[in-house]
């Protein structure tokens, strides 16, 4: 198992709710990505943070924001949801020398009612 | 943008038997290719990876290949056991802040 831990790890919302996850990082890992995946589908990259800055994000709406905080933890932010946001939401860290390298938490599953 | 894609959907091989993966991917400034096992209900596992620089890299019974020419990379397991049953991902990133970018996955079964 990885350091990486996520909470809450089931979380059920109704249409046009707003929701936090959180993400806690590797010991040392600095670099936090945001993932989403659908039932039967591959993880879709949402975001990174590095260092509490945005690295780079996906195809996804400006509704999904995020956070880095000074322990490199990490918090995703989905204003106004839609039942497509119904999905297992992963958080992955990784070193900043081996930055390719992202270990996986567990996972927060959604449900958009 | 990138594009991978992962064949076959399903696979089901017979217990000792190996089990051969394929991904292709479309950007060739890609240089970093990871596998990934996911079992049901839990987090995506690193199993291999492998960077552009190098042709094959092999960990006990598993292995991936990359064709940088013909941009596409493979995993094989041998002698498969039951517990390399699972949802196998293949992957590809590049650059300054290497977001993978998935294949569709591969459900992986393993016949006693």
């Known amino acids: 198992e990885t350091g990486v831990t996520q909470s809450p790890t089931h979380l059920i919302k109704t249409r046009g709710q707003q929701v936090t996850l959180r993400c806690s990082s590797q010991?040392?890992?600095?670099?936090v990505s945001w993932y989403q995946q659908a039932l039967g589908q591959g993880p879709q990259f949402i975001f990174q943070y590095y260092r509490e800055e945005e690295n780079g994000r996906g195809n996804f709406p400006p509704r999904f924001s995020g956070l880095q905080f000074p322990n490199y933890s990490s918090e995703l932010n989905v204003n106004a949801l839609e039942l497509d946001d119904s999905a297992l939401y992963l958080c992955?860290?990784?070193?900043?020398?081996?930055?390719?390298?992202?270990?996986f938490g567990p996972g927060t599953r959604l449900l958009v009612l | 943008g990138e594009n991978v894609e992962q064949h076959p959907s399903t696979l089901s091989v017979q217990e000792g038997d190996s089990a051969v993966i394929k991904c292709t991917y479309s950007?060739?400034?890609?240089?970093?290719f990871p596998w990934y096992k996911q079992e049901l209900g839990k987090r995506p596992q690193l199993i291999i990876d492998i960077r552009s620089n190098v042709g094959e890299k092999k960990d006990q019974r598993i292995a991936v290949t990359l064709n940088k020419t013909a941009k596409h990379f493979s995993l094989h397991i041998t002698e498969t056991q039951p517990e390399d049953s699972a949802v196998y991902f293949c992957a590809a990133s590049k650059g300054s802040n290497y977001q993978l970018i998935w294949g569709a996955g591969t459900k992986l079964i393993i016949k006693p």
């Open positions: 950007d060739s400034a890609s240089n970093y």
């Open positions: 010991s040392g890992h600095n670099t």
């Open positions: 992955a860290s990784s070193l900043e020398q081996r930055q390719e390298t992202q270990y």
